[in-house]
């Protein structure tokens, strides 16, 4: 664990150095789900938006140019001087190993997230409670990143602040939620739905922002809907508060990315994780309060103590929610490595894993026509992640 977190922290300073060559991109927090980093022009110069927007206009993460890492120019002054060509590192004559690992560590992440998640729901079932510790431990993690220096934390200011609010409050109605439909559903189903999110997207392009969304992508959207649609008429785990809950985190993130696209700042994407994760906690706190607290108190952590007992219980929230943190952070960092329709294609294969592991894990039994529609979803969202992807890269090429 401590690895990863050097290696994300690395390359999280990586991405300040370059920031003058090539754009932040911006981060993840949903369980939920995760394109990322639509970049938008601004006074002529290329800036992040915090989320993806939902807009077809927008400038995509461009491709890497080249397959070998760029050396730095005092490495590379260095080695001129010397009179011969400084070697390459292992990691950087082989950029795909690296760009590997990334994809493996965000699906392992990932994975391991749901599961350990929706366990805790077994012996402790306080959604809103979970969502807090969630964004608290996130937090810690980035408090010890800039006390020890791994990370340097970049300056905020009032103007700042109040382009992040709505985004943090759009992020933190968006994750509790989802936890609400993980503790409620089972993990396959709670994904399936939140399969629609592009739909929401597109509806919002069209219909907020005045944006045209191609036919084409209209019809891509259709088997979402009709496979969500199957799958749900099925469901054995089927429950309204599942359901809405995880329709209400569509919902929130699609304003979220309306609100992030507002929001352009040069700030690098983990920090700007940092502070909306702050924002989004101290939103999220109040409501576990009133509709968690005299439960919790009279006798929800003694039901789970005397369950699990008070190890396994701290343990296993703080697991939770360090790896909700750094599957979002991971998912940040492959973006920076790959090309956008890249990216896409795993963000779907990504959600496959975890339905797959969690009806494994779990046991969970599915009808057919569940699972039919099921594939007929992800399938959908598929090919709406290729068709978007493609239509992206063709205007960056005619602007270009």
């Given amino acids: 664990m401590a690895a990863v977190a050097t290696l994300l922290c690395g390359s999280a300073v990586a991405g300040q150095q370059r920031f003058r060559r090539r754009a932040a991109p911006s981060f993840n927090a949903s369980g939920a789900h995760v394109s990322y980093a639509a970049h938008l022009v601004r006074r002529g110069q290329l800036r992040p938006a915090l989320f993806p927007a939902p807009s077809f206009g927008d400038l995509s993460l461009p491709a890497p140019t080249s397959g070998r890492l760029l050396r730095t120019p005092a490495s590379a002054s260095s080695s001129d001087s010397a009179g011969q060509a400084n070697p390459d590192g292992f990691l950087q004559r082989n950029p795909a190993l690296v760009t590997g690992f990334f994809f493996f560590m965000w699906y392992f992440l990932n994975v391991i997230f749901n599961i350990l998640n929706k366990k805790i729901f077994d012996y402790f079932p306080y959604p809103y409670f979970v969502s807090v510790t969630h964004l608290s431990v996130g937090v810690l993690y980035c408090l010890i990143s800039w006390s020890t220096g791994l990370l340097k934390r970049a300056p905020i200011n009032s103007t700042i602040l109040k382009l992040l609010l709505p985004v943090a409050v759009c992020h933190a109605i968006g994750h509790v939620t989802s936890t609400v439909s993980f503790a409620a559903v089972s993990v396959s189903f709670a994904h399936t739905i939140k399969a629609l999110e592009p739909f929401f997207n597109a509806a919002a392009s069209q219909f907020i922002l005045g944006q045209q969304v191609p036919f084409t992508l209209w019809l891509s959207l259709a088997p979402v809907v009709i496979g969500v649609s199957i799958a749900s008429l099925t469901e054995l785990s089927f429950n309204w508060t599942g359901f809405i809950n995880a329709m209400i985190s569509n919902i929130s993130f699609t304003y979220r990315s309306i609100y992030s696209k507002k929001a352009m700042t040069d700030m690098d994407s983990t920090n700007l994780y940092a502070y909306i994760s702050i924002i989004a ?78 009806i494994i894990v779990f046991g969970n039994r599915i009808t057919t026509q569940t699972g039919i529609g099921t594939c007929i979803a992800i399938s959908g969202v598929a090919l709406y992640s290729v068709i978007k992807a493609k239509i992206e890269e063709e205007k960056k090429t005619k602007s270009a």
């Fill in 281 to 358: 906690l101290i939103v999220c706190i109040p409501p576990a309060i009133i509709i968690e607290g005299p439960q919790l108190v009279q006798h929800g952590f003694k039901d789970a103590i005397a369950k699990v007992g008070l190890t396994k219980l701290v343990s296993n929230i703080f697991l939770a929610g360090l790896f909700y943190h750094l599957y979002n952070q991971v998912a940040t960092n492959t973006l920076q490595r790959v090309a956008p329709l890249t990216h896409a294609v795993g963000n779907v294969l990504k959600r496959v894993f975890v339905i797959g592991f969690s």
